[in-house]
C-alpha cells in the first residue's frame, strides 16, 4: 500500500534555531514530492514541488531535499522565526488511474517556534 | 485574487440535518476536490471533479455528495449528518488532476460539528 510517514510528530525550538522534518514514503512509481505549510486555522499552502529529477529545492528559508532511490524527503528551516509555527504535511503525487491513487499525504509535523 | 473561497466558515449541526458547504475558485482550474481533515490523519478525498458535470468518489464519500454547478463552483452535500461526519472540510483546485506537477490550491476550510 501506498504510505507516506513523516517524522516527528511534533517538535518545538527556540526562534532562531534551524530544524529538519523528515519524510519517508512508499509510493512507487513516483511523479513528485511536494511540502506544504498550514498555518492554524488555515489551509494547506504549497511550499516546494520536486520531480524525480530534483534533489533539492528552496523556498526562501525553506529548503526540501529528495532522495529518490532511499524514498526520503526533508525540510531544513533555517533561521525559524515565530512565524513558521504550522504544521507541514509532505504529499507524494504518483501517475495513478484513479484520482485517490494520485496523491498521498502524510499526517504531518506539528512546529511550534517559541520566542 | 481571492483563490479557493469556502463558506460557511464554522457550522453546528444536529444529527439528522443536511446542509451544503459552498466552494468558488477564480483561477480557471479545472480539477477541484473535496478533502476532510481528522486529528492525526492525513488529509482524505470525499470527492473530486475533473471538469464541469463529471464528478468521482473518492476514499471517503459515503455520506455525501457534490454537485460541479459550473467551473467555478463545488459544492458538498450532507443530506444527514452524523457524529462521525465532525470534521474540517477542505476544497482544493488544480490545474491539473493530481498527478501532475501543479500545486493543489486550498481554501481556509469549514470547521463542522455534529452533535
Known amino acids: 500500500k501506498n504510505q507516506v510517514e513523516q517524522s516527528p510528530q511534533s517538535l518545538i525550538i527556540l526562534e532562531g534555531k534551524n530544524c529538519t522534518l523528515q519524510?519517508?514514503?512508499?509510493?512507487?512509481?513516483?511523479?513528485?514530492l511536494r511540502w506544504y505549510k498550514q498555518d492554524t486555522g488555515r489551509g494547506p499552502v504549497s511550499l516546494t514541488i520536486?520531480?524525480?529529477?530534483?534533489n533539492t529545492k528552496s523556498n526562501g528559508r525553506y529548503t526540501a531535499t529528495l532522495d529518490a532511490d532511499t524514498k526520503q524527503s526533508s525540510l531544513h528551516i533555517t533561521a525559524s522565526q515565530l512565524s513558521d509555527s504550522a504544521s507541514y504535511i509532505c504529499v507524494v503525487s504518483a501517475p495513478g488511474i484513479r484520482v485517490t491513487d494520485k496523491l498521498i499525504f502524510g499526517t504531518g509535523t506539528r512546529l511550534q517556534v517559541f520566542p | 485574487n481571492a483563490g479557493v473561497t469556502q463558506t460557511p466558515k464554522f457550522q453546528v449541526l444536529k444529527t439528522g440535518q443536511s446542509m451544503t458547504l459552498q466552494c468558488a475558485q477564480d483561477m480557471n482550474h479545472n480539477s477541484m476536490y473535496w478533502y476532510r481533515q481528522d486529528p492525526g490523519m492525513g488529509l482524505r478525498l470525499i470527492y473530486y471533479?475533473?471538469?464541469?458535470?463529471?464528478?468521482d468518489k473518492g476514499e471517503v464519500p459515503n455520506g455525501y455528495n457534490v454537485s460541479r454547478l459550473n467551473k467555478r463552483e463545488f459544492s458538498l452535500r450532507l443530506e444527514s449528518a452524523a457524529p462521525s461526519q465532525t470534521s474540517v472540510y477542505f476544497c482544493a483546485s488544480s490545474e491539473d488532476g493530481g498527478g501532475g506537477n501543479s500545486p493543489l490550491h486550498f481554501g481556509n476550510g469549514t470547521r463542522l460539528t455534529v452533535t
Open positions: 519524510c519517508n514514503y512508499t509510493v512507487s512509481p513516483f511523479s513528485n
Open positions: 471533479s475533473a471538469s464541469e458535470g463529471t464528478t
Open positions: 520536486m520531480t524525480f529529477s530534483e
